[in-house]
């Protein structure tokens, strides 16, 4: 077993592409923030100098949550929560119909759940696919870690509680000052990384488990033992040309080996512990960089060079996202957190903030350099990236889509639609113009 599981990942150690960006249709969104798991899209904008949306394709409602959409093929993947269930749903990408769902009892929230429950509820961890063997697998907010067979209607072929087995205790007080305690439950999406599925489990064990993706079988159990963070998961990096995974923890960013030697073995960590447990924004990884960022006492965004021997800080502003996770293209940085955002990658120096973006947003980049931005409760707009506007913040266009709670999930772009969801669990197609 061993033998198979590094073979693939020592052929994925021979490049930092293959290694990244699995081979995937260029219009699929099979994981947590696309394709190449960094927000940026290979698919244009729509805009043609006076209009980008050409329409509403349908609308749908899937149950609460704040999990992403995912679409492979022509099939789009959701999960939502009602009635003491959470439900996985396929539905057709052009129709909104109904394929199938598969449904496993669930609580609303986690069975250590303190602090914030006015703004979130069912499951927070976006699906992840795997392209070689059609299993999909979700993580729900009480640490129940599923995979399904979607060739097969989505059957179930294995199954773990997270809680149950590595016995993670609610996360604990990281304030100084003040009571600031917050556990929101498992909300990391996994990651498939060749035969292998990488989930933040956070026991006392250690951080990250690695589980044969096709048994559910543990493989590894990483070096660090740090309670998880409430990013949006484990993030691929090449470190001199060894295959890592950073990860945002409830205390440091931690970077992680999954080569056969070592895997599991902590190369580097840096101290990053904010109140209310809330170190959420996911990591953002280019090449051996990795930018991480948060607000509340630790309000700041900070660039590391990551080594086999540490990490070293290039550069540290008083810049942050809460949420939003930071999108790194052509040399720039973009987010969507109280504004629109872009600084300089190499200084961290800001460039421009605009737009009527609050806590809640996420945004993509487009093939023709431009931002799909969804924030508030459902208000979608279009930026130009600093390509085109390197001096000023710059709305091309914008409308609200939806109108009733928080746009938590991840906005989505795949074959010239968008998908927007809120944490109701209100799902809305719209068709960019070609």
Request: aromatic share 10%; glycine share 10%; proline share 4%.
């Amino acid at each position: 077993m061993w033998r198979s599981v590094f073979w693939t990942l020592a052929l994925c150690s021979c490049g930092s592409l293959l290694f990244v960006v699995s081979p995937t249709d260029a219009d699929d969104w099979p994981y947590w923030r696309g394709p190449a798991r960094n927000d940026v899209s290979l698919e244009s904008s729509g805009w043609n100098g006076s209009a980008w949306l050409q329409g509403e394709n349908w609308d749908a409602s899937v149950g609460e949550g704040s999990a992403s959409p995912i679409v492979v093929g022509d099939r789009l993947f959701l999960t939502g929560w009602s009635g003491n269930r959470d439900t996985l749903v396929c539905l057709n990408v052009e129709t909104g119909r109904e394929i199938w769902r598969q449904s496993d009892d669930a609580p609303r929230y986690g069975r250590h759940a303190v602090g914030d429950q006015s703004f979130y509820s069912g499951a927070c961890s976006t699906p992840e696919f795997d392209l070689e063997s059609g299993l999909l697998f979700t993580l729900g907010i009480d640490g129940d870690l599923i995979a399904w067979d979607t060739k097969q209607q989505g059957r179930r072929v294995w199954s773990v509680n997270l809680y149950e087995r590595y016995k993670a205790g609610r996360r604990p007080e990281v304030a100084v000052r003040r009571k600031t305690q917050r556990d929101y439950g498992y909300v990391s999406s996994p990651l498939v990384l060749g035969p292998q599925l990488i989930v933040e489990v956070g026991g006392p064990a250690g951080n990250l488990v690695s589980f044969a993706k096709q048994t559910g079988r543990e493989l590894w159990i990483s070096e660090s033992r740090d309670e998880a963070g409430h990013s949006g998961g484990p993030v691929p990096i090449m470190v001199e040309g060894v295959p890592c995974v950073a990860i945002l923890t409830l205390r440091n960013l931690v970077v992680a080996r999954t080569d056969r030697a070592s895997a599991g073995r902590t190369v580097a960590v840096y101290p990053w512990t904010t109140d209310f447990g809330n170190n959420i924004p996911t990591p953002a990884v280019s090449e051996d960089s990795v930018i991480i960022t948060s607000a509340y006492n630790h309000s700041a965004m900070c660039r590391l060079d990551i080594s086999l021997s540490g990490a070293m800080k290039v550069w540290e502003n008083e810049l942050a996202s809460g949420v939003c996770s930071p999108v790194i293209h052509k040399g720039h940085v973009y987010w969507a957190w109280n504004g629109v955002h872009c600084v300089d990658f190499e200084t961290g120096r800001e460039l421009w903030t605009g737009g009527r973006v609050g806590s809640q947003g996420s945004c993509i980049v487009t093939s023709d350099d431009r931002l799909i931005v969804y924030g508030n409760k459902g208000d979608l707009s279009l930026v130009e990236t600093a390509e085109r506007s390197p001096d000023r913040f710059l709305e091309l266009a914008s409308r609200s889509v939806l109108n009733r709670t928080d746009a938590w999930p991840h906005v989505v772009l795949s074959g010239g639609r968008v998908f927007c969801r809120d944490r109701s669990g209100q799902v809305k197609c719209l068709t960019l113009r070609r």
